[in-house]
T-cell receptor
Framework: AQSVTQPDIHITVSEGASLELRCNYS??????LFWYVQSPGQGLQLLLK??????LVQGIKGFEAEFKRSQSSFNLRKPSVHWSDAAEYFC????????FGTGTSLTVIP | NAGVTQTPKFQVLKTGQSMTLQCAQD?????MSWYRQDPGMGLRLIHYSVGAGITDQGEVPNGYNVSRSTTEDFPLRLLSAAPSQTSVYFC?????????????FGPGTRLTVT
């Protein structure tokens, strides 16, 4: 069965610090992978996606993610976090349906 | 394009009442789905549709019905509301079930069942 694990429920970083959010997946084939962001009271917005090719993908708002097949991971990174990045982040894998992780809540302190 | 629209934004029901959450998209998307979001649980798939006239169950379908009579609309029906159905409901759509087409989400419906 397909599944997505986000091991960090909550992360706090200082503004300007680097960020890495972890995502591991269980899937029997080459997956389509996504990261979404949800601001409070809002729907989900796509940050980036991976489907093939270069394993380092760039997204919006300065985010990037790296697909590592050997580790079944698709971690999200940002070199310098801004206060506006405080939100909930979801990793997802797609077969026909989309399977979402439980999310990581990011707090940014000044 | 309006994208994915959901109505109502907020709803309070009494136990046993029924209601329909509306979802529409104007992007001619093939795939539509309903999720519920609960604290610490992420998004759980309730039902999905790969095209007009075709629906299937997701992870948590009990207590919910769907139909897809047109490409644009995908309503979610609560047959007899229970407090366990208090949640935030999101509708989403995607151009296709194949390839890496992403989902677009509606703004959500916050439902409280008392």
């Amino acid at each position: 069965a397909q599944s997505v694990t986000q091991p960090d429920i909550h992360i706090t970083v200082s503004e300007g610090a680097s960020l890495e959010l972890r995502c591991n997946y269980s899937y029997g084939a080459t997956p389509y992978l996504f990261w979404y962001v949800q601001s409070p009271g809002q729907g989900l917005q796509l940050l980036l996606k991976y489907f093939s090719g270069d394993t380092l993908v760039q997204g919006i708002k300065g985010f990037e993610a790296e697909f590592k097949r050997s580790q079944s991971s698709f971690n999200l990174r940002k070199p310098s976090v801004h206060w506006s990045d405080a939100a909930e982040y979801f990793c997802a894998v797609k077969k026909i349906q989309f399977y979402f992780g439980t999310g990581t809540s990011l707090t940014v302190i000044p | 394009n309006a994208g994915v629209t959901q109505t109502p934004k907020f709803q309070v029901l009494k136990t046993g009442q029924s209601m329909t959450l509306q979802c529409a998209q104007d992007m001619n998307h093939e795939y539509m789905s309903w999720y519920r979001q609960d604290p610490g649980m992420g998004l759980r798939l309730i039902h999905y549709s790969v095209g007009a006239g075709i629906t299937d169950q997701g992870e948590v379908p009990n207590g919910y019905n769907v139909s897809r009579s047109t490409t644009e609309d995908f309503p979610l029906r609560l047959l007899s509301a229970a407090p366990s159905q208090t949640s935030v409901y999101f509708c989403a759509s995607s151009y296709s079930t194949t390839n890496a087409y992403e989902q677009y989400f509606g703004p959500g419906t916050r439902l409280t069942v008392t």
